[in-house]
């Protein structure tokens, strides 16, 4: 009959694929918080944020990444719970990630499934344990690992160095299981060691527990953020 087209002839049924997919989970976040174990990472980011990490003082305290969001002071709100808001324009998401040991990059303590959260961050915050035996060595380690990861690519993203515990140079500071922390070598001294070992002079200082510090380092770093976000270096 008119009207009804060309008559074409249908294909017989056939099976379909089947393939078997490994997804791989990146948080996508502003700032990835690396460092050694015990560093104070999540010590600093319950003390940014609202979020609420496990915190002990025993090392590899976190096993899996923590996100919190920080709002900047001139969001805050009089008549709402300024912490409940989103990150906003100026707001920034933090990613705790779990505490990287040597050899890392090639898995050792789940280092694969910790570096993978922190290819999707525009700057890495690289927490230095004031109180370490070796801060300076702990920095480079860290450094290393991260430049051994994947393709290398991690090496190239901006970091901040802050220099954490810093109050253990304070006498009488501290709680009683505290006691037993104490720096090897004095502020002047690591600060020249680091700067040798850093390609860049973004070094800052900083208390978590007490939150000495803390409020110039997340102004600071909110706009060197912005910068990075801008300039479009990832």
Known sequence: KKGRGVRRTRAPPV????KRLKLTLKIVADVALVGVPNAGKSTFLAAVTRAKPKIANYPFTTVIPN???????????DDADHKSAG??????ALCDVPGLIAGAAEGVGLGHAFLRHVERCHVILHLVDATSN?????????????????????AQMPQIVVVNKVDA???GSG????????????????EKALKEAMPHSRLMWMSAKEREGVDDLMGRMSGFVKKVKESGSL
Do not use: C, H, Q
Not at 67 to 77: A, H, K, R
Not at 175 to 190: A, C, P, S, V, Y
């Open 15 to 18: 099976g379909g694929e089947r």
């Open 67 to 77: 996100l919190g969001v920080w709002i900047p002071p001139n969001e805050y709100s």
């Open 87 to 92: 990150s906003g324009s100026e707001g920034l």
């Open 134 to 154: 070796d801060p300076v060595a702990d920095f480079k380690m860290v450094n290393t690992e991260i430049m051994r990861y994947g393709e290398g690519k991690l």
């Open 169 to 171: 140079w304070e006498e």
């Open 175 to 190: 709680e009683d299981w505290e006691l037993g922390l104490k720096t090897r070598m004095d502020r002047d001294t690591l």
